[in-house]
């Protein structure tokens, strides 16, 4: 018979409020050797974790995006974390199963922002002059659907936008060089290059001595980027059923996670479905393994359960400004990003919400017939309602929907 | 019953031979709106044009690649055409339909190569002091392996990698213009950033006043980079069964194709499978539909028969050189994607040819979480005969084959 | 900010305990037009049914398999409902979205049994003199593995076995007519050809006046086969995500739903992965949609996530006793679909259980060259840790593991 | 330099003349272990086979149907071989990749033929009271499409038809018993449910002794079902890229092939896109694998290159005759599957030839919940030009064309 006994729960490790009150505990936002393990797990044990969302509950289910406008990103991000895995040492590599990643059952909606481009802003920020604006998804089951993008619906690939092992101190130092040159470099872009450690905001939600609190605060990288650990890198294949093979810097490994995300296409430019939720783990070592692998960065084998959509309409890029003043870049594969984005955004009237959330994909073409790189957006025809295939009548002008706005009004 | 006269073939519209004799007809190496043309089809009429290798026979079938060393590139690429198509007209949309792609059945073999440094370069010609190198495929069917590379066997993804309608004297000053600027910012680059008009090697294979051929030579663009009409864009998902939207710039469209791939990845950082062969089309217009779709740049959708090689190894690159100098780059795409080709070449122990020819997809995931873009390659499992993942007693050290070298014996 | 009350959980619509305790409400476990809806639903609602498993919790998780040799089989299938949807009229058509199936969080697991062959039989019953045996699988995120059948892992298709709106009175009246005549017709058959009205066992979660209960029992249609209002198909592809289509007979429609499964195979002779859990529904309504769609039986459209497991190994089977005593039947599918289901157990050396609960697929490939049907079946290579491709040394010997087997011994 | 001298054809071993005129060599059309091979192949090498069509050139590209009428059944089907591999011995595991499968350049046609209830009949022959009609397909490129069936255009799925190696004499008296037994239990069936030997019409494209000639077109297996060496399975995923894995009953192999297919679905209840064609071969040996695959039939590799249509509309079907008498039958899943079809047809206000050459997918879905077997049939939505899913407005009434007819105009 079936019994209580015989059915036990994976353990939770990690528990969070996804509405955050005071003080939460097992959150950091640096990346920093000295936070300590906040729990440990044995390779092979199946465990839980909990996460807000990245800006820790400053964004509300609601039509008004002054929450968006005047989000503090000194806070962010909110990693869960870190738990050490038992007899991972530095150089193995740490096998994660990312068994599954879904929303809290009382939270069963998430966000996607647009930033101003004086806080947060995005890749478009300065071609938009963007204006704070959000989405909020409805997520239901598999599904997602928003109230100010009708006409839209599409299956998730829900994962963590930000996973990665605590790095080494060495490795650290490392970081926080090369990107202050480049601070250095490029000392008053708006929005900035780059960020460098920042007291201010940093949180480690454990009792730590005053020094190290101090030091981390101090030295802690910021989660912004992606680096060789892992980190920021918004990829949307990392999703549940995934398996990632991390580097290990520093005993115990040391795994933090959060930023989860509902969907997210490979044009993240300013966003995904930004959710708090619960993500499943299971773990094992490889001894050695970044020298058996040549592991600079994680690897990872794809989930097999990628939502399937076959038939896609594509937009090209390439390395030439024609969206703007016609500028001629040599072989710059971000510049053709941008093209093909701007492409697929001019031809759907104005999707720039959709496409931070729906699940595109971006292919480099080539970055090797000088001097244009070629970059490619392929858009999933099935998550449209209607057909937006070229026709000889034109397309009609559909309304993806008014965004939430902010209360001044400027949109 | 059936009989010749209720089975007709369709016709072959330009004939090459593929081991190309003095001015051959029907080919030409430079885009310009002046050239004639050679052909002229009806909407909805289905035809076929033969193309040979980009490179026009240069390269052979055999274990020597002094041919990739002295490879004269002032003669590529070999186009086939133009076609006009009746009735397209500026501002209107050509609809191609391509419905298939094969090499010649008496010439079943197509080649990758890796150019010198000095002569052709490449994605990663300074990184390894390229010296030419090629490897042989033979192509069997839907499949390729080469004697070059044992141990692989995959699929085909046959496209044109190089397609596109002639540009209008406008658009061509435009290209002249902006890529003559990038060249004077770059005066002395190896290798160099652009190829602006060239003359030497110019060629069209039809009868013309000299002044018009003259004016050609001296003013059409190169055909390398891709560019607004389409061009060389190298887009592997470009294959048999896609149908491709193209802005029309003169009357007639005057489409032309050639450096016909029998295979390539996403990274096709030197190369593909290159081939001579034959492509079917199939066109329709839409009248006006450069404004009705905003197209900058031609749209497509891919073809319902890509190979599936759903399992995949995905490595991950960040715009930080850390193959090389450590240097740390602001959000640049590029970079992050030779660093995740890197890892992949470091992963395999030398797969570099392998990586040109095999269908990889190359995903940008995300150009937001500043100074970090991230891109991602992905290497299909199925391609390989032996099992290439992560496992706790390493990879096996593979053959990988020794590719064709120079009789020098440089390597 | 996001707060608990901008953040509604999904209502459950029916609760159930998956450890059964005594007259628990909302189940069933006949179909009858009299049992009262349970629970009202809006169209464009989102709600949740809890269900226990097919047979109510008689199977435990543990290593013997008593269970499932003494189970009750007149108690099942207890069904979840029925819910009724407001404003479904008969002749309408009740478009039906499976948003999710999930396990309990407190039940991380499920089973598959082979029946013995005087309490259940399965497709082999005869063949294998079928004894029970069982394995329990856990449920980890996507994945389903075993402690029973080791070296095997898969993505779950989770769906509901046993899924139909409720018959009017004629439709339950030919129902019992014709299922009565087949059982006349073999009168001793073991297993029984099908399962005429049984009141021992019935069940309705209800306070109900007794004559309408008699009635229920008396009648009420048994709920092992699929028929026209869907019921038990075991379709592997009616998965979460998926969007099905069900004739209404009855004003609300009442749905009924029950016998989950993490995973199935179209080649479910003896089971699936059955599990307590979850489910959640979307509904809407299509007036007169029986008749302008000539529904006969549900129509669907499968899920976008579906697990992609592309490379396979398939087996043929002929309508030929070819494994038996070698007799030629005339274009029988199911003999076909034994014999190929047979080729895939020889082959594997016995894999039985792993087969019920794995997501292969069957294809009828022919039912037109007599005398011969023709029927494959597909075995993902994904799924398994090792390579099971035929090589020149043969297959190793797998140990596809013990099953859970009965205390006497038997096996 | 790419010269004639470096790029070799794969050889032709069988040619044949698609139009097909007096005594035809390398043809046959029963199967027997004296009909000597023809060609002779080494394993590993590439070669190409030609085939005729199934009935040897009968049909015509026309739109008239008598030649479907007055078929002469006698004479198929057509077959190209058999081809030896040296080396091949009784009990080894004959391993064939079929690299392509194209049609002749200068006959890019096909069709899909509905036969006489009385002359070659097929799934729903009496249901329909079958008269002949037929359709014809341009096969452009990797696409057909059809004037008789406007609306619809899909990629082939192209494979052999019918493919196997030759019987024993053991297993031809095996095959002629089992089937003259079945023919003896339904003396007087309409269609007949199997073909006995038949001189009539029996060939061999070679000289051979008189004697020789005799006994092969005694005893010689009709080839119209599949059996345990292959034979005319008429599988869709037998598709070019595939690799085919048959056991070897006599010394060489003897392989034949024929009724080459563009397309087919599942439902092959008629049909398929029939064409004249080429196929191209590469074989392999693995000694003694028959018993070590437990090879009791062939199994197979699909290719990786199947078209990708994932959005599919999945129609059920019970055994129980509902399009019909209403009869109840035993988990037969043969009446299961014409239900599925029936409602399909039924859905689609007739489109019986359609279903017939289109690549559509019928599942198994359960052959287990007494006393109903439950098939699937899953129509891929992108090869249709309109969007044939429900809706609340029904749906258009679409012309799917008037197949070609007889010249008595019966219907």
């Given at each position: 018979m079936a019994t209580k006994e015989n059915s036990v729960a994976y353990p939770t490790v990690i528990q969070v409020d996804p509405?955050?009150?005071?003080?939460p505990q097992g959150l950091?936002?640096?990346?920093?050797?000295?936070?300590?393990a906040i729990a440990t797990v044995k390779p092979g044990q199946v465990f839980k974790v909990e996460c807000v969302d990245?800006?820790?509950?400053?964004?509300?289910?609601?039509?008004?995006?002054?929450?968006?406008?005047?989000?503090?990103?000194?806070?962010?991000?909110n990693l869960s974390g870190p738990v050490a895995v038992e007899g991972a040492?530095?150089?193995?590599?740490l096998v994660v199963d990312i068994l599954d990643v879904t929303p809290f059952e009382k939270m069963p909606?998430?966000?996607?922002?647009?930033?101003?481009?004086?806080?947060?802003?995005?890749?478009?920020?300065?071609?938009?002059?963007?204006?704070?604006?959000?989405?909020?998804?409805?997520l239901?089951g598999v599904?997602?659907?928003?109230?100010?993008?009708?006409?839209?619906?599409?299956?998730g690939v829900s994962h963590p936008g930000l996973i990665g092992t605590?790095?080494?101190?060495?490795?650290?130092?490392?970081?926080?060089?090369?990107?202050?040159?480049?601070?250095?470099?490029?000392?008053?872009?708006?929005?900035?290059?780059?960020?460098?450690?920042?007291?201010?905001?940093?949180?480690?939600g454990?009792?730590?001595?005053?020094?190290?609190?101090?030091?981390?605060?101090?030295?802690?990288?910021?989660?912004?980027?992606?680096?060789?650990?892992g980190?920021?890198?918004?990829?949307?294949?990392l999703s549940k059923g995934s398996r990632c093979y991390f580097?290990?810097?520093?005993?115990g490994a040391n795994l933090s996670v959060g930023d989860l995300h509902f969907?997210?296409?490979?044009?993240?430019?300013?966003?995904?479905?930004?959710m708090a939720g619960i993500i499943t783990f299971k773990t094992s070592i490889?001894?050695?393994?970044?020298?058996?692998?040549?592991?600079?960065?994680?690897?990872f084998l794809p989930s097999p359960v990628?939502?399937?959509?076959?038939?896609?309409?594509?937009?090209?890029?390439?390395?030439?400004?024609?969206?703007?003043?016609?500028?001629?870049?040599?072989?710059?594969?971000?510049?053709?990003?941008?093209?093909?984005?701007?492409?697929?955004?001019?031809?759907?009237?104005?999707?720039?919400?959709?496409?931070?959330?729906?699940?595109?994909?971006?292919?480099?073409?080539?970055?090797?017939?000088?001097?244009?790189?070629?970059?490619?957006?392929?858009?999933?025809?099935?998550?449209?309602?209607?057909?937006?295939?070229?026709?000889?009548?034109?397309?009609?002008?559909?309304?993806?929907?008014?965004?939430?706005?902010?209360?001044?009004?400027?949109?």
């Amino acid at each position: 018979m079936a019994t209580k006994e015989n059915s036990v729960a994976y353990p939770t490790v990690i528990q969070v409020d996804p509405f955050l009150t005071d003080d939460p505990q097992g959150l950091h936002n640096r990346w920093h050797p000295d936070i300590p393990a906040i729990a440990t797990v044995k390779p092979g044990q199946v465990f839980k974790v909990e996460c807000v969302d990245w800006t820790g509950a400053q964004i509300g289910n609601n039509d008004n995006s002054d929450d968006i406008k005047n989000v503090d990103l000194t806070k962010v991000h909110n990693l869960s974390g870190p738990v050490a895995v038992e007899g991972a040492e530095p150089g193995d590599c740490l096998v994660v199963d990312i068994l599954d990643v879904t929303p809290f059952e009382k939270m069963p909606w998430g966000y996607t922002g647009i930033f101003e481009l004086e806080n947060g802003g995005g890749l478009f920020a300065r071609e938009f002059n963007s204006r704070a604006c959000k989405a909020i998804w409805d997520l239901q089951g598999v599904y997602a659907s928003s109230r100010h993008i009708p006409g839209v619906r599409f299956a998730g690939v829900s994962h963590p936008g930000l996973i990665g092992t605590a790095p080494s101190a060495d490795l650290l130092a490392t970081w926080n060089k090369r990107e202050g040159e480049l601070i250095a470099a490029h000392a008053n872009a708006v929005p900035p290059v780059a960020f460098p450690p920042e007291p201010r905001g940093a949180y480690v939600g454990q009792d730590l001595p005053e020094h190290v609190r101090a030091k981390i605060a101090q030295e802690g990288a910021r989660t912004i980027p992606g680096r060789e650990h892992g980190g920021n890198c918004d990829i949307k294949n990392l999703s549940k059923g995934s398996r990632c093979y991390f580097p290990v810097f520093i005993p115990g490994a040391n795994l933090s996670v959060g930023d989860l995300h509902f969907s997210q296409g490979d044009m993240s430019f300013c966003g995904a479905i930004e959710m708090a939720g619960i993500i499943t783990f299971k773990t094992s070592i490889i001894k050695g393994g970044v020298e058996k692998f040549a592991l600079k960065q994680p690897i990872f084998l794809p989930s097999p359960v990628d939502p399937m959509y076959s038939a896609k309409l594509v937009f090209e890029g390439i390395s030439v400004d024609y969206h703007g003043d016609g500028k001629q870049y040599n072989m710059d594969a971000s510049v053709a990003y941008k093209q093909a984005a701007l492409n697929a955004i001019a031809y759907l009237m104005k999707a720039y919400l959709l496409l931070s959330a729906a699940p595109i994909e971006s292919h480099v073409g080539a970055i090797v017939d000088s001097p244009n790189a070629c970059v490619t957006l392929a858009l999933p025809l099935g998550i449209f309602e209607h057909d937006i295939l070229p026709k000889p009548e034109g397309l009609e002008k559909k309304d993806f929907g008014q965004c939430a706005i902010r209360s001044d009004g400027v949109v």
